[in-house]
């Protein structure tokens, strides 16, 4: 039943910058006497309104600007309870024209003046026709008490709509290639990998067939289109390429954001958009590592100019902090750390000999850190007699007697702690906040950062797996 999910496309809009001069649109709700009535359209994942309209005397209600709208799909909101129908702005004049519709109707609209919407409103009619003629089908679908074989005889039936779907969408790009609604029908048309007979082993076969898709998931869509970059299902499909396509390691995700934008024009609203996008979602992610990827935007859309809309200010600020991130990127040499003991004498980080050493930033009054020491110990009494060294630093320096307090109170002095009078560590490891842990490597190269004490344990057991692994594929 592929072709019902044709029937729930929210169909928004693009921001192709017209030639002609404002638009003109006439809009009439048979039912409806509200004094207002909007139009709004998207950007990636969000809806901005754009204008409003007041009745007028014969009723209808005409929205008017001096300047052209980006060619696309706006929504036509109703008050006070927000349903809406779709229209399309259309390109080269063709942003002066009526629609009409019933407020118990909206998905039925007759349009005048514009070979867009005209166009548009014949395929949704389609649609609509489709899921009517479908509707006894897909009841005996969910009926439960359908036998086997009838379940066989109608999905064979349904698979006859799909075709007739699909002959329809054929036929748009045949005969009106340039159309807003064929660039819609292609963006959303099925891309199937190949079934890769000739492969008998299934996750090779699945490889495969991932590598197809990575290769040619965009074949069927134009990033240079501007018409698609607010629509809704374009952010949708880009996101599911990036974070589902594809593993979340920084530098794939960096490589594989990199092969997105490179499909879009660099003067384009659509380059500028997800640029920005690509960065703020690095800078507000969760994943590990994933600072890598604000460092790898900085470096290759903002610091070199092709993020050209950029102010001075913000272009210094951003890459203040891409400097702060970059010496502690996962897979980084650790910075040292000079420092002193408890009796004062010093300590030097690399000075410690560990296969993993934990650098663990606490406060003595962090409610935070609290919570973490159970978890510290925990974990110190599991992994101590395994190679594993904790170099612990209270970052409450002012008031460092009270830091020692804690430790025996808490019984965690058994791992090492030091201090550093001039607090250097802020700066080194970029500490806002406690506790803050990193996880360094035999070779103080850092391998995770800023997780949770009760994450440490189900870390280094990962870590050493693979190890074993990588140790089983080398014959050692």
């Known amino acids: 039943m592929k072709f019902l999910s044709l029937f729930a496309l ?27 009535l909007t139009m709004a359209n998207n950007i990636l994942d969000k809806q901005y309104l754009m204008d409003t309209a007041y009745q007028t005397e014969d009723g209808s209600y005409l929205f008017v600007g001096d300047e052209p709208l980006p060619a696309g799909i706006y929504l036509v909101v109703t008050q006070p309870d927000n349903n809406y129908f779709q229209m399309l702005i259309g390109t080269d004049g063709d942003q002066e024209f009526s629609l009409s519709t019933q407020l118990t109707n909206l998905g039925k609209v007759t349009a005048k003046g514009s070979r867009e919407n005209e166009l548009f409103f014949g395929y949704m009619d389609f649609l609509n026709n489709m899921q009517e003629e479908s509707k006894p089908l897909v009841q005996v679908l969910q009926d439960s008490t359908t036998t086997d074989a009838r379940r ?26 340039a159309s807003f609604v064929a660039a819609i029908i292609r963006t959303n048309q099925s891309n199937n990998p190949p079934e890769y007979p000739e492969i008998a082993d299934e ?34 499909r880009i996101e599911y390429f990036v974070d589902k ?37 690095a800078a507000a992610s969760k994943i590990v590592g994933m600072d890598a990827v604000y460092v790898h935007m900085v470096d ?89 060294e904790i170099f612990s630093i209270c970052t409450k320096q002012g008031e460092i007697g ?24 802020y700066k080194d490891y970029d500490i806002r906040s406690t506790p803050s842990i990193f996880v360094l490597d035999e070779n103080k190269k850092i391998v995770s950062k800023r997780i949770g004490a009760q994450q440490l344990d189900e870390l280094l057991t990962a870590l050493e797996r693979q190890k074993e692994l990588e140790a089983e594929a080398s014959g050692k």
């Open 300 to 388: 290759n859309y903002y610091s070199n100019g092709r993020a050209y809309w950029t102010d001075e200010e913000q272009l210094k600020s951003m890459q203040e902090n891409a400097e702060r991130a970059r010496p502690l990127l996962i897979g980084k040499q650790a910075p040292n750390m000079k420092m002193s003991r408890r009796d004062g004498t010093p300590v030097e980080l690399y000075d410690l000999k560990a296969n993993y050493t934990i650098l663990y930033f606490w406060q003595f009054a962090c409610p935070s850190c609290k919570k973490s020491t159970p978890f510290m110990k925990e974990f110190y009494e599991k992994w101590k007699d395994k190679g594993v």
């Open 203 to 236: 996750t090779e076969r699945r490889t495969a067939q991932l590598k197809w898709l990575q290769k040619h998931y965009f074949d069927p869509i134009d990033l240079k289109d501007e018409r698609l970059l607010r629509t809704p299902f374009l952010f949708n």
């Open 152 to 177: 066989e005889e109608v999905t064979k039936e349904m698979e006859g709509f799909d075709l007739r779907v699909k002959a329809k969408q054929d036929d748009i790009i045949k005969e009106h290639p």
């Open 245 to 281: 396509l594809h593993v979340q390691h920084p530098d794939t995700v960096s490589k594989t954001i990199d092969g997105v934008l490179d499909l879009m024009d660099p003067k384009s609203e659509m380059f500028k958009y997800y640029v920005v996008h690509f960065i703020n979602k």
């Open 402 to 425: 009270k830091c020692w307090e804690y430790i025996d109170d808490n019984g965690i002095g058994e791992w090492l702690h030091a201090t550093d009078r001039y607090m250097r560590f």
């Open 10 to 36: 929210l169909f928004p809009f693009a921001s192709v910058l017209l030639a002609q001069e404002g638009y003109k649109i006439s809009v009439d709700i048979e039912g409806y006497d509200q004094e207002i």
